[in-house]
């Protein structure tokens, strides 16, 4: 059989012929296992190398794989019926991560994961630059694209539910070179942002106390957040199911309050509020930049967008779980429709009331007392003249950067455990332990907890903060991605045959909704640093603005002489089947 003739299937094992050497995949189960065909002196011998670790290997498995393996081959003329059979248990340490994510689990990962610093925190520039509904609008619109976006990954990672989904889909339906890029870029990203987590832990307790310092805090958090992620990733989900459900509760608590203040509970704030900001200072903020006020506004709502793009970075993290949870066929969908009620609750919602009760100019915004003194969920609380809130909100900001923090280092390893498995990092990276954690990815991802210390020197805080503007244009590349990785799927299926009405789950609006979001996420990749431009060119801001693209562009270059595939993959040489065969024949168990 030729290498590139069609796959052999029986029952539960499939012989797949893989390059010209005659090697051949056979997937038992959940177990891999690799064979070796060589004709000597027209005697042919299979050496199996299974995933499983000695002591797993028991000799009634050893049997089951020799006696499949005898019978596929035979049935379909590919070996000797005579050949001999040699099976090599524990030369190969295990690879594969665990489905032990519950549907709840991915649910509320799916619902709280995103809410963080860029909403408690970074919603105060686009309120002072654009106003309450210039912001408003900035976020309705981003709102869209992550719509698209989200819809795009949810039937691409329903159907094929692999971890760290989106960088392996680009890998697969564009090229390796674009997948190796995007998922370099946006992993490194996350290191980083893990080091960002580490050095704000501290800076949220000093709105309590100064007596322990920075650097003692980092070390703490950096130690106990990888601990943590060594765990199985049950473990995991256990732990972010009820912080996210503490993130949830503190929002719709929060929404509720401010509904309260603005009818008029407050007695600071002398009666009813109604919209008695959006009429004095006014609805849409100064903006930004130039002298013409409408330009001005403008620009101001432009930043807001980006800033708005920032905010809602993290909505694909339903991607990288979808590997490591139990029924993705059925969590998936179900957290990927819950992408419009968190958008709608958590973050309109949630800007609309603070609109309401902070305006525009509020000194507070500027505040520099305290990491989070210019928090405009702080300020409304302070301003409705709630004393013991304030306390309670910021415990909550604490618990919520506890855990974006260790976020960070479980997508981070998922990412690079991802590209390891696709051949696009060293394979040592994909080796797990006995709970499925790839734990070389977790340590090579906490290792950029360090950064962290830069936080506490004057020179180093400056390097750090331009560190940061160069990796937060990864998200942005994600989302790209995944939409033209999702166009790309759409037209493997029809060279298939495969209609989409067939699938798990069908994406809204499409193809349409993933042209749109490609179309405008290209716009804000490329005009995310126009103040470098104005009111004069800074050379520095330019650089921590667009050196992130040309970066993209250099580690594609790299990896595109590496690989020398085409620009992009045809269509008949898409993958669709690894990675979702053997799903399709499991009957799930939702207990």
Same mark, same amino acid.
């Given at each position: 059989?030729?290498?590139?003739?069609?796959?052999?299937?029986?029952?539960?094992?499939?012989?797949?012929?893989?390059?010209?050497?005659?090697?051949?995949?056979?997937?038992?189960?959940?177990?891999?296992?690799?064979?070796?065909?060589?004709?000597?002196?027209?005697?042919?011998?299979?050496?199996?190398?299974?995933?499983?670790?000695?002591?797993?290997?028991?000799?009634?498995?050893?049997?089951?794989?020799?006696?499949?393996?005898?019978?596929?081959?035979?049935?379909?003329?590919?070996?000797?019926?005579?050949?001999?059979?040699?099976?090599?248990?524990?030369?190969?340490?295990?690879?594969?991560?665990?489905?032990?994510?519950?549907?709840?689990?991915?649910?509320?990962?799916?619902?709280?994961?995103?809410?963080?610093?860029?909403?408690?925190?970074?919603?105060?520039?686009?309120?002072?630059?654009?106003?309450?509904?210039?912001?408003?609008?900035?976020?309705?619109?981003?709102?869209?694209?992550?719509?698209?976006?989200?819809?795009?990954?949810?039937?691409?990672?329903?159907?094929?539910?692999?971890?760290?989904?989106?960088?392996?889909?680009?890998?697969?339906?564009?090229?390796?070179?674009?997948?190796?890029?995007?998922?370099?870029?946006?992993?490194?990203?996350?290191?980083?942002?893990?080091?960002?987590?580490?050095?704000?832990?501290?800076?949220?307790?000093?709105?309590?106390?100064?007596?322990?310092?920075?650097?003692?805090?980092?070390?703490?958090?950096?130690?106990?957040?990888?601990?943590?992620?060594?765990?199985?990733?049950?473990?995991?989900?256990?732990?972010?199911?009820?912080?996210?459900?503490?993130?949830?509760?503190?929002?719709?608590?929060?929404?509720?309050?401010?509904?309260?203040?603005?009818?008029?509970?407050?007695?600071?704030?002398?009666?009813?509020?109604?919209?008695?900001?959006?009429?004095?200072?006014?609805?849409?903020?100064?903006?930004?930049?130039?002298?013409?006020?409408?330009?001005?506004?403008?620009?101001?709502?432009?930043?807001?967008?980006?800033?708005?793009?920032?905010?809602?970075?993290?909505?694909?993290?339903?991607?990288?779980?979808?590997?490591?949870?139990?029924?993705?066929?059925?969590?998936?969908?179900?957290?990927?429709?819950?992408?419009?009620?968190?958008?709608?609750?958590?973050?309109?919602?949630?800007?609309?009331?603070?609109?309401?009760?902070?305006?525009?100019?509020?000194?507070?915004?500027?505040?520099?007392?305290?990491?989070?003194?210019?928090?405009?969920?702080?300020?409304?609380?302070?301003?409705?003249?709630?004393?013991?809130?304030?306390?309670?909100?910021?415990?909550?900001?604490?618990?919520?950067?506890?855990?974006?923090?260790?976020?960070?280092?479980?997508?981070?390893?998922?990412?690079?455990?991802?590209?390891?498995?696709?051949?696009?990092?060293?394979?040592?990276?994909?080796?797990?332990?006995?709970?499925?954690?790839?734990?070389?990815?977790?340590?090579?991802?906490?290792?950029?907890?360090?950064?962290?210390?830069?936080?506490?020197?004057?020179?180093?805080?400056?390097?750090?903060?331009? =560190?940061?503007?160069? +990796? %937060?244009? $990864?998200?942005? @590349? *994600?989302?790209?991605?995944?939409?033209? &990785?999702? !166009?790309?799927?759409?037209?493997?299926?029809?060279?298939?045959?495969?209609?989409?009405?067939?699938?798990?789950?069908?994406?809204?609006?499409?193809?349409?909704?993933?042209?749109?979001?490609?179309?405008?996420?290209?716009?804000?990749?490329? =005009?995310?640093?126009? +103040? %470098?431009? $104005?009111?004069? @060119? *800074?050379?520095?801001?330019?650089?921590? &603005?667009? !050196?992130?693209?040309?970066?993209?562009?250099?580690?594609?270059?790299?990896?595109?002489?590496?690989?020398?595939?085409?620009?992009?993959?045809?269509?008949?040489?898409?993958?669709?089947?690894?990675?979702?065969?053997?799903?399709?024949?499991?009957?799930?168990?939702?207990?």
């Amino acid at each position: 059989m030729s290498p590139d003739e069609d796959k052999i299937e029986s029952g539960s094992i499939e012989l797949v012929d893989v390059d010209s050497q005659g090697r051949a995949a056979s997937q038992h189960n959940d177990n891999i296992h690799k064979i070796d065909s060589k004709d000597e002196k027209k005697k042919r011998s299979i050496y199996v190398t299974t995933s499983l670790s000695q002591h797993q290997t028991s000799d009634e498995t050893r049997a089951r794989i020799h006696n499949e393996i005898l019978s596929t081959a035979a049935a379909h003329g590919e070996f000797d019926p005579e050949m001999q059979i040699e099976i090599e248990e524990g030369t190969v340490q295990d690879t594969e991560v665990k489905r032990e994510l519950k549907e709840r689990h991915t649910s509320m990962i799916a619902l709280g994961g995103t809410i963080g610093t860029g909403l408690f925190i970074g919603i105060s520039s686009p309120l002072m630059n654009a106003g309450p509904v210039g912001a408003l609008i900035a976020y309705l619109f981003m709102g869209t694209l992550v719509f698209g976006v989200t819809q795009s990954l949810g039937e691409m990672a329903t159907f094929i539910p692999v971890t760290s989904s989106f960088t392996v889909f680009t890998a697969r339906f564009i090229s390796p070179a674009f997948g190796a890029a995007t998922g370099y870029m946006y992993w490194f990203s996350w290191c980083i942002t893990f080091a960002l987590e580490l050095s704000v832990v501290g800076q949220i307790i000093d709105f309590w106390t100064f007596a322990v310092p920075l650097a003692a805090w980092i070390s703490i958090f950096w130690v106990l957040l990888t601990v943590m992620n060594l765990f199985p990733v049950k473990f995991y989900g256990e732990f972010e199911f009820w912080v996210a459900s503490i993130k949830v509760i503190a929002i719709i608590g929060f929404i509720i309050y401010c509904l309260c203040m603005v009818c008029g509970a407050s007695k600071k704030l002398n009666g009813p509020v109604g919209f008695r900001y959006w009429r004095h200072p006014g609805a849409f903020g100064p903006g930004i930049i130039s002298k013409d006020i409408n330009e001005a506004r403008f620009l101001g709502w432009f930043s807001s967008l980006i800033n708005a793009a920032f905010t809602f970075q993290g909505t694909e993290l339903v991607g990288v779980t979808a590997g490591e949870t139990a029924n993705p066929r059925k969590a998936v969908p179900r957290a990927i429709r819950q992408v419009t009620a968190r958008i709608l609750i958590f973050y309109i919602l949630s800007l609309f009331f603070i609109g309401l009760l902070v305006p525009y100019n509020d000194p507070k915004l500027t505040s520099t007392d305290s990491y989070i003194s210019s928090s405009p969920f702080i300020i409304a609380i302070e301003n409705a003249g709630t004393d013991v809130l304030p306390h309670i909100f910021n415990a909550v900001i604490l618990t919520t950067i506890i855990s974006a923090g260790n976020s960070n280092v479980y997508v981070g390893s998922r990412i690079l455990y991802g590209l390891a498995k696709e051949k696009l990092a060293p394979s040592f990276l994909c080796k797990t332990s006995k709970g499925g954690v790839p734990y070389y990815a977790v340590f090579a991802t906490s290792l950029f907890g360090a950064l962290a210390y830069m936080e506490t020197s004057t020179g180093g805080q400056n390097a750090f903060n331009w =560190l940061l503007n160069i +990796t %937060a244009v $990864a998200g942005f @590349f *994600s989302w790209l991605f995944i939409s033209l &990785a999702h !166009i790309r799927f759409m037209q493997a299926l029809k060279f298939r045959d495969i209609s989409r009405n067939d699938l798990p789950f069908k994406a809204m609006l499409m193809p349409g909704l993933a042209y749109y979001a490609t179309f405008f996420m290209l716009i804000i990749i490329i =005009l995310q640093g126009f +103040t %470098a431009f $104005a009111p004069k @060119f *800074s050379v520095s801001d330019f650089f921590a &603005a667009y !050196i992130s693209i040309f970066l993209f562009i250099g580690l594609y270059c790299a990896f595109q002489v590496y690989f020398r595939s085409p620009f992009m993959r045809p269509l008949h040489a898409i993958d669709l089947d690894s990675g979702r065969r053997h799903l399709d024949s499991i009957v799930w168990n939702d207990n």
